[in-house]
């Protein structure tokens, strides 16, 4: 199962388009790692308080961004990530043992990225953004859990789309798009391409 239906909109070429307008002054608007949980664990992002830098929030946020990557793909372009292809194979295929195996390595990274977003909402103005790109990724993680349920034939399993739309997927996606512009980035600081993904801040 692919992930194309999820949200139309392009995350890469949003994310650079809506960031890269605010390179000036800063604008006035705009799992488990042992296995897959049956839910997913409660929001980091809502509890971090540190301050940050800038420039810890770039290297915070990007990190987040790659771990999604890494675990689900690309879901505008509809390309999922080799986890993520495995996965969808071992669902078609019914491996109740192997979709477990690779749920939980899939809910590792999206752990992982919910910890980065959750440091990177230390930086103030950020905080709308990366709390919404965590409930992005709590999606996921409903999502993963269906598929998993699937190929294990689960009584009353939730088809995996409907999972992520009924976890605010697709409302979180396109808040946190619209939190973008509210980040303030410092004058004269350079748009920062994050280095394994195509995302600028």
């Keep these: 199962m692919k992930n194309s239906r999820l949200v139309g909109i392009a995350w890469s070429t949003a994310l650079v388009m809506i960031l890269g307008a605010c390179s ?5 608007a705009s ?3 042992g296995s897959a949980t049956s839910t997913p664990p409660a929001s980091p992002a809502a509890s971090v308080s540190t301050a940050l830098t800038f420039e810890a929030f770039v290297v915070a946020a990007c990190s987040a961004f790659e771990s999604m990557d890494q ?3 690309n879901p505008d372009a509809g ?5 993520s292809d495995e996965l969808d194979r071992a669902v078609e295929a019914k491996d109740g043992p192997a979709a477990t195996r690779l749920a939980a390595a899939i809910m590792t ?14 930086y103030p103005s950020a905080k709308p953004m990366m709390t919404q790109l965590d409930r992005v990724l709590e999606a ?6 269906a598929k998993r349920d699937a190929a294990l034939d689960v ?4 088809e995996p789309q409907a999972a992520f ?33 195509a995302v600028s801040l």
Aim: aromatic share 2%.
């Design 140 to 145: 996921f993680a409903a999502m993963v859990v």
């Design 155 to 158: 009584s009353g399993a939730v």
């Design 109 to 122: 990274k999206l752990d992982t990225g919910r910890r980065q977003a959750g440091l990177a909402a230390g």
């Design 31 to 33: 799992p488990s790692s």
């Design 79 to 83: 390309t999922g990530s080799e986890l």
């Design 71 to 73: 675990a689900i793909g």
């Design 24 to 28: 000036g002054a800063s604008p006035s």
């Design 165 to 197: 739309e009924n976890a605010g997927g697709v409302e979180a996606w396109r808040a946190m798009l619209e939190a973008l512009p509210d980040i303030d980035r410092p004058a004269g600081a350079p748009v920062r391409q994050c280095p394994t993904v």
